[in-house]
T-cell receptor, first 108, second 114 residues
């Protein structure tokens, strides 16, 4: 089976940097994905790490350490529109399991 | 728009009634997933298709739930004898296998059971 853990809430101010952590336990591991979901909207893909290391996409970066069963999403130059829920997810062979989500609130 | 399409977007039903949701994935995608999401929670995996074959079904899914993908294109999710606990957003997602670990989600079908 698979399980992923994330902090439930994070708060930061506009312009700041925030890191959202994800730890996982899986019987088979194929990488770690990150999704953003605004209230009332559908989850949208942000990034995917198949290998250890850092992946950068604009203001967002994602990191994976397989040896530590750990990853994080780093959001830089926070904007108000980044207020949303963020989910780590792992494609575990046949299914695709999501973490419980971290609600990010960006304050002015 | 060639994204994932779901309908109906909202469904209100009385307890004990049957409901069916439809998902039209991105046309070239061979994988299709159904998830259930309640407020403040992450998407909960329900079932998964590779083309027309249902390859995995969550152990949390009772026998009141059934899903089909008859020709490897659109899919339906049926809930029989609905209960109030079935009230949730039902999300469909599709992907291409092999792919970069990205699921494309529809806007979801919100079910309210009275």
């Amino acid at each position: 089976g698979q399980s992923l853990e994330q902090p439930s809430e994070v708060t930061a101010v506009e312009g700041a940097i925030v890191q959202i952590n994800c730890t996982y336990q899986t019987s088979g591991f194929y990488g770690l994905s990150w999704y953003q979901q605004h209230d009332g909207g559908a989850p949208t893909f942000l990034s995917y790490n198949a290998l250890d290391g850092l992946e950068e996409t604009g203001r967002f970066s994602s990191f994976l350490s397989r040896s530590d069963s750990y990853g994080y999403l780093l959001l830089q130059e926070l904007q108000m529109k980044d207020s949303a829920s963020y989910f780590c997810a792992s494609p575990g062979g046949q299914n695709f399991v999501f973490g419980p989500g971290t609600r990010l609130s960006v304050l002015p | 728009d060639t994204g994932v399409s779901q309908n109906p977007r909202h469904k209100i039903t009385k307890r004990g009634q049957n409901v069916t949701f439809r998902c039209d994935p991105i046309s070239e995608h061979n994988r299709l997933y159904w998830y259930r999401q309640t407020l403040g929670q992450g998407p909960e995996f329900l079932t998964y298709f590779q083309n027309e074959a249902q390859l995995e079904k969550s152990r949390l899914l009772s026998d009141r739930f059934s899903a089909e993908r008859p020709k490897g294109s659109f899919s339906t999710l049926e809930i029989q004898r609905t209960e109030q606990g079935d009230s949730a957003m039902y999300l469909c997602a599709s992907s291409l296998d092999p792919g970069p670990g990205e699921l494309f989600f529809g806007e979801g079908s919100r079910l309210t059971v009275l």
